[in-house]
Structures are given as structure tokens and as C-alpha cells.
């Protein structure tokens, strides 16, 4: 294929994807969706494999692609032009949890189907056992919402009521619910219109060849740079989640190890048994987030679509694992299980090629969902934000602070967006001092955020991690602080809440607040440049108490480096 017309059509998808993210954030019903940006558009060819997305939630690529195929076999020869396809359910297409919808286009030229649009996005309410839908206390799929099995909700372009009236029925807030579907619906209508116009003007042979070579390139140049790693095993790593929201009292493992071979890349993943609570997880998700994590690390530039999949394999442990549960175990908090997962492969990874990977990231970054009657319109508002930790250190600089993990691409509901559309007051919204692990290069700091409730009551739900378990630094460097969450912070009822809380109710005046740790370290602290620890002292980022006791830097009262001192708390230590 001519090289131009190879890149002309790449990048022509590539900016159909981007025009379909735009079009969602500006129909977009929800905070959600305008602000946290929770969603993902993606196109497929004819066999379903992925060949460009929009900006890109990691954690939505392999269910989308798992149910892009399941259109393809359930519907086979039952798919006409216009038609669109919903379905959220975890087990029967593989779905993050119920709450992430997702819809699907089939695209036709030249009267023949050669291409799929599909998006995920997220509902702040789905039905359920809790207002808000995700109860971090679920203990079946059936707790968790409105399950959707694969169903066409327009068919020639007609919408199927009867089917837009069941989900509006079960919903606590539908016309932000459907608001949100409607405009999944339409934006994928768009997609088709793009799409028509891009197979139109080069031929479909032509596009469907240059999607398939891309593909190739992808692999091809993947496997060059796996083949520079030693063979061998690396690993095992080993992190934990703190409970599953059931059994506090009870940890829950994950465990990775890399084994190279050549040019391809093998992860066996090993857990404990599948929870009880909501935090287990489809093996379908991570394996696709494992692709891109391999992407990130060895060629970040290199475009995501199903030539990855070629050069990566991922082993599970045996069905009815954490990993790799049976039907009907909750999935709600996949996101915990995603995070922790994250954490061992890079640390895997790192092991291999130690220069190009960074320490974990918080692995923290939860979500706050909060349900109630809005004292001045009286009707019911669901409220969803989504927080981030840090980063984790680089190899050759510091994290990035309230960054989330690596697989995770959301962003923070503004304050000024959730203070006009939800009766809650943000009291403090700030980096917390001291939260990112230590290190030649510190980990990014996590956030702190309390809010205070307005409405006459609020059911609220906390789906968070690492109150047990901070994150872990690589190379010598230290963890980071672990987070923790608290009611009513500095008054008389004051106590602190577990990491995962359901349906807690808040009245007028209450208050609740919440700290992210920060990512893991890089390198041993006591080697850290003394002038970089002093201008974090400055920024308010570490305390003079964790100067001394982390980094082995001391200061004089006008905060200039005590040299002597610095001199003999680091001793030998100070030496890269």
C-alpha cells in the first residue's frame, strides 16, 4: 500500500474516533460524562478487531471488543443498516459492572457490513441495591443493577421504546440516564455518517487493507523491541487489596509474574479465590489493559488496535478465582482489582527493563457516588465523582500528582460543576502533604477532598482501596501513605469509615472527607537531590518531619540545607 495514502487513512479514523469523544462530551447528560470524562469510543473491522479509538479509558477496550464479537455471533445475518445494539452484562459479553453501558453500530458500505462504532459509558444510576447502583457490599450480580443482555435498541434507525422505557424504569434518575444512552445512540449515528464519507472517498478494499496493515506494523514493531530482553522469568509480584467490602478483616492477593520468550510476552496471573464482595474481576478486562500497559512501556507513540493482542499472552487461574470469577459474583469495584493488578505487572515489567518503567501509582483512586432530592427543584440528582492518587516516580523523575493509574484515564469532577448542579459544599480540595512514597524521585501526591452535604439527606457510597496496603516503591524507594476516609472530620461524632461503605446516610451539615495516598518511589530517598527535597519542603509537599526521616535532609530555621547534618543522617547513603 502507498505509504501516504497508509498514513492519510489512519489518521482519518483515528480523527473520526476523536470527533465521536467530542460530539459525547458535548451531548453528554451527566457529570460523568461532561466532566469525569468516563466513556470511550472505538471502531472495529468486520471481524471485530479493534482499529482506532477515541481518548481512551484502557480499562473499556477489552469488553468493548468482547462485545463487538458477541453482536457479530448473536446477530449474525439479523443486522440491517441503521440498527444499534445495547448491552451491559458482565458474564454474558463480558462488562466492566452493569453501570458501564455500551452501544454498538454496524457500519455498511457497498452494502456489505464492514465495520463496527461501539462506546462504553458510565451510568451514575442503574437501579440496585443502593442508590447510585454500586454498592461497595454487593454480594451478586444481582444487586448491581439493571442487567441488559445483548438487544437491538434501534433498528433502521427507529428506537425501540419499549426497550427505552424498561431502562427508564429502572433507574433512579431516567432522564439523565437516557439522556446519557440517547446521546451514545446518536453519536454512534454520526460515527456512521463519518465513516461513509471516509469509505467513500477511498475505496473500501482500501481502507479495510490499510486497517489491516497497521495492525501488522504494530505487531512487527512490538516484537523488535520484546526481542532486546533477555529471556527468562521475572517475578513473581505480589500486592494486595484491602477487603472486599464483606469480610473486612480479610485481605485479598494478587500475584503476576513475566515470563519472556523471544518476541512475545507471557503474564501468569494468580489470585486468591473469587470475594464475596465486588471486587473481582473478568479476565477479559485485564487482558486487554495488560496489552496496553506492554504499549505504554515499550512504545508509547504506538497506536492501540488488535496487532497487540498478537504478542501478548495472559494466564488465569482456574474459574472461580478473583481473577477470574464465576457467574454471579459481583464485579461492581472492578476497578480495585484493575488497579492492584496494574501494580504487579509494572513491577514484573520493571524487573525486565528497569529503566523504562515507573513505580506504581497510588493504585487508590476511588469513587464517590451520592444520591438524595435536591432541596430547591425536589427531584432526584445522582452525583458520581471519581478521585485520583499519584502517579507513580519515573526512572528519571518525579510522579505526577492526583494522576491515576496508569490504565485509568479520567479526570476529577470540577468544583465549581458539582457545586452547581448538586447541593454539596467542597470544603477542601488539596494535595496532602507527604502522601507520595519516597524516593530519588518521589511518587506524585494524592489528593484530599471533603465535602460538606447541603441537601436534607444524602445516601452515599465510598469504593476505594488502600487503607491497608500503600503502594509499594521500586529500587530501595519507600511507599507511599496509605488513604483513609473520615465522617464529620474535627467534630464531636468524628469516626473514620472503612474503605468501602454503602448507603450511608448524611444529613444536612454532614461532612465527609477523603485522602488518596500518593504513587510509589523510584531509587533510594537518602540519594534524592537535597535542593529538590527542599524545594518540596517549600511547595508544602513534605514535611520537615519526613525530610529528615525519609530523604535524611535537614534544614536551619530560615529553611536553608543543614549540610553537616544532612551530611551525617545520609552517611554512605548519599551516593547514587
Not at 479 to 505: I, W
Amino acid at each position: 500500500m502507498d505509504a501516504v495514502d497508509l498514513e492519510v487513512i489512519h489518521q482519518s479514523t483515528l480523527q473520526v474516533a476523536r470527533e465521536l469523544t467530542l460530539n459525547m462530551l458535548r451531548t453528554g447528560y451527566s457529570t460523568i460524562i461532561k466532566e469525569s470524562q468516563d466513556f470511550t469510543f472505538a471502531i472495529f473491522d468486520r471481524r471485530g478487531r479493534l482499529v482506532a479509538q477515541g481518548i481512551p479509558q484502557p480499562l473499556h477496550i477489552g469488553p468493548l471488543a468482547a462485545q463487538v464479537n458477541e453482536i457479530r455471533q448473536v446477530f449474525a445475518g439479523k443486522t440491517d443498516p441503521g440498527d444499534a445494539f445495547i448491552v451491559n452484562h458482565p458474564y454474558r459479553a463480558c462488562q466492566n459492572h452493569a453501570t458501564d453501558v455500551t452501544v454498538i453500530s454496524p457500519v455498511f458500505a457497498d452494502g456489505k457490513l464492514v465495520a463496527y462504532i461501539g462506546n462504553i459509558a458510565h451510568k451514575p444510576d442503574l437501579g440496585g441495591k443502593v442508590p447510585g447502583t454500586n454498592s461497595g457490599d454487593a454480594t451478586d450480580l444481582f444487586q448491581e443493577g439493571l442487567l441488559i443482555p445483548p438487544l437491538k435498541i434501534q433498528k433502521r434507525f427507529e428506537l425501540n421504546d419499549d426497550l427505552r422505557e424498561m431502562i427508564c424504569a429502572n433507574t433512579r434518575t431516567p432522564e439523565v440516564t437516557w439522556g446519557d444512552l440517547n446521546a451514545q445512540i446518536k453519536t454512534n449515528n454520526y460515527g456512521l455518517e463519518k465513516l461513509a464519507d471516509l469509505f467513500g472517498k477511498y475505496g473500501t478494499d482500501t481502507v479495510l487493507a490499510c486497517w489491516e496493515r497497521w495492525m501488522d506494523i504494530c505487531e512487527q514493531e512490538l516484537r523488535r523491541e520484546i526481542a532486546r530482553i533477555p529471556d527468562g522469568i521475572y517475578g513473581p509480584e505480589t500486592d494486595y487489596l484491602d477487603d472486599d467490602g464483606v469480610d473486612l478483616t480479610r485481605s485479598h492477593r494478587i500475584t503476576a509474574t513475566l515470563e519472556v520468550k523471544g518476541d512475545t510476552l507471557h503474564f501468569i496471573l494468580d489470585s486468591d479465590q473469587q470475594a464475596r464482595g465486588p471486587i473481582n474481576l473478568r479476565p477479559c478486562v485485564s487482558r486487554n489493559f495488560i496489552e496496553c500497559l506492554v504499549k505504554m512501556v515499550f512504545i508509547p507513540t504506538l497506536p492501540v488496535n488488535g496487532g497487540l493482542s498478537r504478542v501478548v499472552e495472559v494466564s488465569y487461574p482456574q474459574e472461580g478465582s478473583l481473577l477470574n470469577p464465576r457467574y454471579p459474583a459481583a464485579v461492581n469495584m472492578y476497578v480495585r482489582p484493575s488497579q492492584i493488578t496494574t501494580s504487579v505487572v509494572m513491577r514484573t515489567l520493571a524487573r525486565a527493563v528497569p529503566g523504562r518503567v515507573p513505580a506504581p501509582g497510588s493504585a487508590a483512586g476511588g469513587s464517590l457516588s451520592s444520591v438524595g432530592r435536591h432541596p430547591q427543584t425536589g427531584r432526584v440528582f445522582a452525583q458520581y465523582e471519581i478521585f485520583n492518587g499519584g502517579s507513580g516516580a519515573r526512572p528519571d523523575a518525579d510522579g505526577v500528582s492526583a494522576m491515576d493509574e496508569l490504565v485509568i484515564n479520567v479526570m476529577n469532577t470540577p468544583v465549581e460543576a458539582l457545586e452547581t448542579e448538586f447541593p454539596v459544599r467542597v470544603e477542601r480540595y488539596e494535595l496532602a502533604t507527604d502522601s507520595a512514597g519516597p524516593g530519588t524521585f518521589r511518587g506524585g501526591l494524592g489528593t484530599r477532598r471533603q465535602w460538606r452535604i447541603l441537601g436534607d439527606e444524602s445516601a452515599v457510597n465510598l469504593r476505594a482501596d488502600r487503607f491497608k496496603f500503600a503502594s509499594p516503591g521500586l529500587f530501595d524507594a519507600l511507599p507511599a501513605q496509605p488513604s483513609h476516609a473520615t465522617f464529620n472530620p474535627g467534630c464531636a461524632d468524628e469516626r473514620p469509615l472503612t474503605s468501602k461503605v454503602a448507603g450511608l446516610r448524611l444529613k444536612r451539615g454532614d461532612q465527609v472527607a477523603f485522602q488518596l495516598g500518593g504513587g510509589g518511589g523510584w531509587g533510594n530517598p537518602k540519594a534524592r537531590d537535597p535542593e529538590r527535597v527542599r524545594s518540596d519542603v517549600l511547595n508544602g509537599y513534605v514535611s520537615l518531619e519526613a525530610a529528615r526521616r525519609d530523604y535524611g535532609v535537614a534544614f536551619h530555621a530560615d529553611l536553608s540545607i543543614d549540610e553537616d547534618t544532612t551530611r551525617s543522617l545520609r552517611g554512605a547513603e548519599t551516593r547514587p
